[in-house]
């Protein structure tokens, strides 16, 4: 069951950042961020408040901590995007945010058999794969490796808090991780804001923020239809349903098989910019999704 989880929160979360992704083409990356953080919070409160379970403060806490190192992997990581290193960037950043819960599930004492590890591999290196693309930048990459490093370990972090919460703290921790997620975010926000509100000229990026790249004069049938608000709020529901999914899971498996698993979104990404936006899909990112596909199926049937 851990392992069915672990695939529904990797296509979720693959999901929830290609509807983001697509979100940030017309709005600013903190806006979008902003919307799909709320969304999320909204979409805990109404699970703990559906499951009503005991409130645990240490698990709270926990969540609390999990949220704060996601947030700092994702602006890490759209930091390294942002550099057009993204064939270091997206596959670097793949590949820690995997091996850093692995590393800590094996010194904590879980042991997979020989098969489950074989597609642990498989598993890690197909999201590196998955990941690689053409870089559009020149010179140096280590300050984009740095930051993938960076990312990596914030998401494969939040997975650990998120991993050592107990089932009889229910939903607690995704709730807190999301408030926190809304905060950290929100303040982010208001300095962006009170930068631009100091400027003599409006900036186009505050215009993107304020219209969602969407002209003043534009008929309001063009501005619904242009709304990047509605790609935001279905990435904020399916990111904070798959981190409910990997909450579940974790608790019902070990890490070291979920993470790997979980790691696999960005091929759920890449086939629904596939299938939807028609981009083609490298050579290198279909080894990766065959590779990817024999490593759950080793990891199945273990």
């Not at 239809?225 to 529901?237: D, N, Q, R, T």
């Not at 070291?256 to 050579?283: C, D, K, N, S, Y």
Request: hydrophobic letters at 60%.
């Amino acid at each position: 069951m851990g392992i069915v989880l672990a695939l529904g929160a990797a296509l979720l979360y693959g999901s929830g950042d290609f509807f983001g992704g697509r979100a940030s083409r017309d709005a600013s990356t903190i806006s979008v961020l902003l919307v799909a953080q709320v969304m999320a919070m909204l979409g805990a409160l109404v699970v703990v408040l559906l499951t009503a379970p005991p409130f645990i403060g240490h698990d709270l806490m926990l969540g609390m901590l999990a949220g704060s190192a996601n947030v700092v992997g994702l602006g890490l990581l759209y930091a390294g995007l942002a550099s057009g290193r993204m064939g270091v960037v997206a596959p670097v950043t793949a590949a820690v945010a995997a091996v850093v819960p692995v590393t800590w599930a094996v010194i904590t004492g879980e042991r997979p058999s020989t098969l489950v590890s074989i597609g642990v591999v498989c598993a890690i290196v197909a999201a590196v794969l998955i990941g690689r693309e053409r870089d559009a930048a020149t010179g140096s990459a280590i300050p984009a490796l740095l930051l993938a490093i960076g990312s990596g370990a914030g998401l494969g972090a939040s997975f650990i808090f998120y991993a050592e919460t107990v089932p009889k703290s229910g939903m607690w921790p995704l709730l807190s991780a999301r408030v926190v997620g809304v905060v950290l975010v929100g303040l982010v926000t208001l300095v962006l804001v009170a930068r631009r509100a100091g400027s003599p000229v409006e900036t186009a990026a505050a215009v993107e923020m304020n219209t969602g790249g969407v002209t003043p004069d534009a008929s309001a049938g063009q501005r619904f239809l242009s709304s990047w608000v509605i790609l935001a709020v279905i990435a904020g529901l399916a990111d904070v349903t798959a981190t409910l999914f990997l909450i579940l899971a974790v608790r019902g498996d070990l890490a070291v098989v979920v993470a790997p698993i979980i790691a696999l979104a960005p091929a759920f990404t890449v086939v629904l910019a596939w299938q939807v936006l028609h981009e083609r899909i490298g050579r290198t990112q279909l080894a990766g999704l065959v590779l990817a596909a024999a490593g759950v199926v080793l990891i199945a049937i273990s």
